[in-house]
């Protein structure tokens, strides 16, 4: 169901369709080279049209592609605004910058004869988050959330330690379980609406609400997003998942699987339910606020414990997506670019935390503290990147990290919600904690014996690194655009209440 | 009780089984430690979807949707085709979580989840 002013768009259904016809190729070239070398000039055609696509969007408002020529509500219509292109050039281009730094570190980390394996899976991922991002079918919808949760459980699994073998395991019943959840929902809401379209499902929605099949469907949408989410307290499969996980995929997902899933909660709320104020009819708000505070608390104090700095940077993932799921919880329109906003930041500082602590692993093979004590003198450049990240994440004045905790803080004051103003600036405090922790050991240590050569990186994992570092610095000084897209994004979902 | 309430009761059969399913599949996959026992309570609990899709898409007295004289009333075919893709889905996860399972068991010698756990947390001790 589109308006009159949409254009549709071939290349919304190629941004799909490539990587995933990619995929079986890099499976049957069966080579490690031939497999990267596809992947990469994959990732970097996604990337320049996901590009192509948010120019149009920006022009054009909104995108659609409907599959089959089938007029929506009753074929698959795949739709594209901006909250959902900027979600897409996110994972593009985390894709695309991930690719070449996956060709060294992906070679000391997994086996050689799976190395071509790797990269299908690495494209089957990218095509169903990109996937997930277009589609305006919610069944379609849980199609690409088990393509691209499927290939992250083997993704996940190739890491050399045996645990993540057992990440992996605990990884897929969980996920199962939310996405199984998630169809539960999606069948409910089908048998009282009679549609699988989202915008169709939006207008016939207020009919109804009342009935305790929408209700129930809502409850089993929650919960299951919730779990790919890994919001608090169903974030237990995520610290193992991503400290086991090859580096590489560990900087792939937490960039983009979680944000996606923020995404589809944010598709959810307000899409979907757009005609229904949710949050004044439903104790959703409470419920996800509470949530999301108790995330950015009790997850940042497990991080500080942590020797291990993959471990501790994940237990901040589970705090950070605390701020965006707070941001969408608000209800307003400030809190709302709030979240958007820490959606692309945080996508930006984790990505280039965990491509610096690839680097640290690549070069030092080791990952708790005690074995980089001193590793600021030894690999200058690349604890500078993690730096920059870290910062981030506390929130520091001039890093993106500032610019969202800023508008959330603004949105919160501007309901005159004081307490949770304080609890925002409080959790930043321990945030200070943790990175504080690991400038420490990397700055203020000494080395360990016969461990004082500087380590080197290739120019392959360096590059895309400080790629991002730069954007994420980018994104903090300049904020006025990320700032903008996000208004602009918040007042289109907000439209509909 | 009233025979409407029980004829009610029966014609909702199939919702009952689904929630029965759907509650025993859930149970098997929390309390069980042995993971192929968590895989089999999966699969109870995906099927049990499959079972209120298949229901959802019934209409009394209805036949398959075929073009064809003398055919008026016929089901929903499409929560029946939907579940033709979950059925797909559930297949491949079976599949990846078993092959987990037999990588699991040739790495750590047991597919006990609460023996993985001691031996996980001695090497963490270790670490």
């Given at each position: 169901m589109s308006d009159p002013a949409s254009f549709s768009d071939p290349w919304l259904i190629l941004l799909v369709v490539v990587p995933l016809l990619a995929a079986p190729v890099c499976v049957l070239l069966r080579s490690a080279g031939g497999a990267w070398s596809t992947a990469t000039a994959v990732s970097w055609a996604v990337v320049g049209i996901a590009i192509k696509l948010l120019i149009t969007v920006l022009d054009q408002g909104q995108v659609y592609y409907r599959i089959g020529g089938w007029d929506a509500p009753w074929g698959i219509e795949y739709v594209l605004d901006p909250v959902g292109a900027v979600v897409v050039v996110i994972v593009a281009v985390i894709g695309a910058l991930t690719m070449p730094y996956a060709k060294n570190s992906v070679e000391k980390e997994i086996r050689h004869d799976r190395i071509y394996l790797f990269y299908a899976m690495m494209l089957l991922c990218l095509s169903g988050l990109l996937g997930i991002t277009v589609t305006g079918d919610a069944f379609n919808l849980f199609v690409f959330l088990e393509i691209s949760s499927l290939s992250s459980y083997v993704l996940i699994s190739l890491g050399s330690d045996r645990r993540a073998l057992t990440a992996a395991f605990r990884y897929l019943i969980m996920g199962t379980l939310g996405a199984t959840f998630y169809i539960i929902g999606v069948g409910l809401m089908y048998q009282k609406t009679?549609?699988?379209?989202m915008a169709d499902l939006r207008t016939i929605m207020p009919a109804v609400i009342d009935t305790h099949t929408v209700h129930a469907a809502l409850a089993f949408l929650t919960v299951g997003i919730s779990l790919k989410l890994a919001l608090f307290p169903l974030h237990l499969w995520l610290p193992n998942a991503y400290t086991f996980a090859p580096s590489v995929v560990t900087a792939f997902l937490a960039a983009t699987a979680t944000k996606v899933s923020a995404y589809v909660l944010l598709r959810t709320i307000y899409?979907?339910?757009?005609?229904?104020?949710l949050f004044a009819d439903f104790p959703l708000k409470p419920v996800l606020i509470v949530m999301a505070v108790a995330a950015m608390f009790l997850a940042s104090l497990s991080a500080i414990w942590q020797q291990n700095i993959k471990r501790m940077m994940a237990y901040s993932s589970v705090a950070q997506i605390g701020y965006i799921v707070l941001g969408f919880a608000l209800a307003s329109e400030a809190g709302l670019a709030g979240g958007i906003v820490h959606m692309v930041n945080h996508a930006l500082m984790k990505g280039t935390a965990f491509f610096a602590i690839g680097a640290m692993v690549f070069a030092t093979g080791s990952m708790t503290l005690r074995d980089l004590q001193g590793i600021g003198r030894r690999m200058p450049w690349v604890t500078a990147a993690f730096v920059i990240a870290g910062l981030g994440l506390i929130g520091v004045p001039l890093t993106p990290g500032f610019i969202s905790k800023w508008q959330l803080v603004t949105a919160v004051l501007e309901l005159e919600l004081w307490p949770l103003a304080a609890l925002i600036l409080l959790s930043s405090l321990l945030a200070v904690i943790y990175v504080w922790r690991v400038f420490e050991v990397a700055y203020l240590r000494p080395a360990p014996?016969?461990?004082h050569k500087p380590a080197e990186v290739p120019l392959s994992m360096s590059m895309p690194l400080w790629i991002l570092a730069l954007a994420t610095i980018y994104a903090g000084a300049n904020a006025t655009f990320t700032l903008n897209l996000a208004h602009e994004a918040a007042q289109q979902l907000m439209g509909g209440l | 009780m009233s025979w409407e309430v029980v004829t009610d009761l029966l014609g909702l059969l199939n919702y009952w089984v689904v929630i029965i399913l759907m509650m025993a599949g859930f149970y098997v996959v929390i309390a069980q430690d042995n993971l192929v026992k968590k895989i089999v309570g999966l699969n109870i609990f995906q099927v049990s979807v499959f079972v209120f899709y298949i229901s959802m898409g019934k209409v009394s007295d209805g036949t398959a949707p075929i073009l064809e004289e003398g055919i008026e009333v016929y089901s929903n075919p499409l929560p029946h085709v939907l579940i033709l893709t979950a059925i797909v889905v559930g297949v491949a996860t079976t599949a990846l979580a078993l092959a987990l399972v037999v990588r699991i068991n040739h790495s750590y010698g047991s597919i006990e989840e609460d023996e993985i756990q001691v031996i996980e947390h001695d090497e963490e001790e270790i670490a």
């Open positions: 009679g549609t699988l379209n899409t979907i339910f757009g005609e229904i104020d014996l016969g461990h | -």
